[in-house]
């Protein structure tokens, strides 16, 4: 997929076979060309509608309800089902609403009986070569055939078995996350654009015309993209479900709770769905401004690692193993470690997965006990960005507004690793705006056509000082975009790093009064919080430090043995039995995000609550439950007991945490700006920029302990050789053309 041309010869099979009917209208519901408004008339009712908008766009617009199942809101018209049909005066035949443009003057009829009739028909079609087999069907319950029918269908079929069979097709290997009954398959082809459009999959498609036509990979691929589980949702039958779902469950047995992913920094909004104690799957919810109704695999099929390699009861260690212990021993046990350590001695490190709740009680805690030793998961000192302002760690520009970027310049890192949700639009605005993007780091697979300018902070110097083409690119434009890897700032060549972003900025004006283009892509859910916090290394915090003496780890896994000083007394709360709990003297049994009300903040800075859809399993507690115990046991109470003191606690360090589901204006990029500029550090090299994720599917403690995850890890990642290995990074930058699937 990557090479210098930009069509590969799967894409040129895809063109000789591609469907017939996906592309034949206009995206006329994505892009509404004028926000003139014009009248018209459905059944009846006035109804006033953007020009440009389709005619079931009105219909909704007025209230009334038309059946569809290849027609969906964020994806291109296809006009295959003909199931929203409508009557238009002065028009001879019923119409499909969906790509039909809406005209001032228009009458639109949906209920008469020209109506009825065609959708009676339509639906006696699609049930004639239905297997019906809702019995043992993941879908049934939820099915979109099944409840049109019911409402818009007729109540009797002329189809008699005994004269034909029904048609068959072959299921298809779609990888370990899409189960396939395409027999089911009634042609609706979302799958088919989804996976054009949003996710960047171009191996699927449809071969074959009319009763002979079929939805795969042609060559027998797997859908190799992190937004696959999407098409399980999208589908309007049971032809494509989940796999690690199948013959589990039936929607009406489970609750629904929602929540937010944790498994990157986005926030996106989910549903959990819970029978008893057990998370049984996980779905989006609808939030347009994060990841509009999209979640990423990881995020969708990781649960089944909530139930595996769990900690349940506090435990100590005994010389090389543990043995279980009660809540008053095991606090008992760090008491007395504590209080025998002084404050310059004790470190307290957050990890990927906490919430703010959490966070803030442990730097309460260790600020009573006198001990501003506070680091982060992962990273082991300051960066060159600081957390004084929060225009210098947030993704400025919002996650929606990378759509309207018209230049984006990534530097250290891979947004479709890091976050899946934000590369889909990017891509969309590749397609639809033409949308410039450069790279400096590592060559990677993305979704999109870029220039890869270089591996190295060599060539991003080369690039502030103009003499690499996409300079121009940047000057340009007239929303350009810089997208900062979280991990970039803290190298030892960070400043430098940041002063040359500085640079770039200010002569491509990515700092205006209209446009905040600096941007920087957190990795980790709870990293922002931390920053908003104030969860930053004090002056001593140095885990290098020989005279650390004790270790708090609170659900931190990206630390290595070399990282822990010797001799020194570790404690571990967390979920799972993962990287640091081997290394640990004392394990605090914490809960999961399923498990706990929460408060998380995403990259953009945006606050959200997720929300209790299980018990803590065992002996299990809420993190900042165990933290307040733990500080009533030293003495040093903490001045609340319950979340809602918490969450006022939090108040005090950020008005964000007041404000739920809502981006605070931004302010002092300018002064952020200025900064960057004047930090140069001392010259150090690092070398070439690094990828901060190896195995998409393998990077926190749910993932690491999931078997679904593992089947993933082992398909996409170790089944075939890595899409990286054609590529050079010594090649000159200026013929660095990677080249992304063409849109057909």
Known sequence: MLSSVSRTALGQTRQRFTRAFVTTAPRLNAAVVSQEMIDLEVDGVAVSVPQGSTVIQACEAAGVEIPRFCYHERLAIAGNCRMCLVEVERVPKPVASCAMPASAGMKVKTGTDLVKKAREGVMEFLLAQHPLDCPICDQAGECDLQDQS??????????????????????????????????????????VRFA????????????????????????????????????????PVGALTSKPYAFTARPWE????????????????????????????????????????WLADK?????????RQRLTTPMIREGDTFRAASWEEALDRVRQVMTLTPGRQMTAVAGQLAD????????DLFSRLGSSNLLYDGFVG?????????????????????????AVLLVGTNPRHEAPLLQSRLRKAFIHRNQQIGLVGAPVKLTVEYDHIGASPTDLYALANKTHPFAETLAKAERPMIIVGADVASRPDGADIMAAVASISKFAKVVTPEWNGFSVLQRHASRTAALDIGFTPGVNADLTDAGKKFLYLLGSDEIKPEDIPKGSFVVYQGHHGDVAAHYADVLLPGAAYTEKTATYVNTEGRAQHAYAAVSPPGNSREDWMIIRALSEVLGATLPYHDLAGVR?????????????????????AELTMATLAAAKGKGADAGPFSL???????????????????RCSSAFANGRPSPLANLSVAAPAAEKKVAAPQQQ
């Open 150 to 191: 019911m409402v818009f269908g007729s109540d009797r079929s002329r189809y008699r078995e005994v004269f034909a069979g029904k048609r068959a097709v072959e299921d298809k290997d779609f990888g370990p996350l899409v189960k396939t009954t395409m027999t089911r398959c009634i042609h609706c082809t979302r799958c």
């Open 299 to 307: 995020g969708r099929f990781s649960y089944d690692g909530l139930k």
């Open 356 to 363: 703010a709740e959490s966070i803030v009680a442990l730097k």
């Open 648 to 668: 006022a606690r939090l108040a005090d360090f950020s008005p964000a945490f007041s404000d739920i589901d809502t981006v605070p204006p931004g302010f002092g």
């Open 382 to 406: 300051k960066d060159a960005l600081g957390s004084d302002l929060r225009s210098n760690y947030l993704l400025n520009t919002t996650i929606s507004g990378a759509e309207f970027a018209d």
């Open 196 to 235: 054009t459009e949003v996710a960047g999959a171009e191996e699927l498609g449809t071969s074959g015309r009319g009763n002979d036509m079929e939805i795969g990979t042609y060559v027998s691929k797997v859908l190799d993209t992190e937004l696959s589980g999407n098409i399980i949702d999208l589908c």
């Open 692 to 710: 901060p994720i190896a195995d998409y599917y393998m990077t926190d403690a749910i993932s690491r302990s999931s078997q679904t995850m593992a």
């Open 254 to 293: 489970l609750r629904k709770i929602a929540s937010i992913d944790v498994h990157d920094a986005l926030g996106s909004n989910i549903r959990v769905d819970a029978r008893g104690n057990e998370v049984m799957r996980i779905v989006p919810r609808l939030h347009g401004e994060i990841n509009e109704e």
